[in-house]
């Protein structure tokens, strides 16, 4: 959760830099890292541009994509079964 927060509060988050909090986060049932590391591919297609410029529309969903998960994972209680009795 410490290492979320630093990243989420950084100006620049290189793809790489999920690396480790991924392979932490195989070890418990959230799925932020996860979702993250998948969006993260979006960060690429400012290579594809000559002026190597963000494009803001996939930006805003790979952090859409972050925040729902965040929320998601942290926020919204999980049933622990699917049908109760």
């Known amino acids: 959760m410490i290492y979320l927060i630093y990243l989420i509060l950084q100006p620049v988050v290189h793809p790489w830099y999920l690396i480790p909090a991924l392979g932490l986060s195989l070890l418990t049932n959230k799925n932020t890292f996860l979702i993250w590391t998948f969006a993260s591919i979006f960060s690429y297609q400012a290579y594809g541009n000559p002026d190597f410029k963000e494009n803001?529309?996939?930006?805003?969903?790979?952090?859409?994509?972050?925040?729902?998960?965040?929320?998601?994972?942290?926020?919204l209680p999980k049933s622990k079964h699917l049908i109760q009795s």
């Open 56 to 75: 803001p529309l996939f930006l805003f969903i790979e952090y859409a994509l972050v925040f729902a998960v965040i929320f998601l994972d942290y926020f």
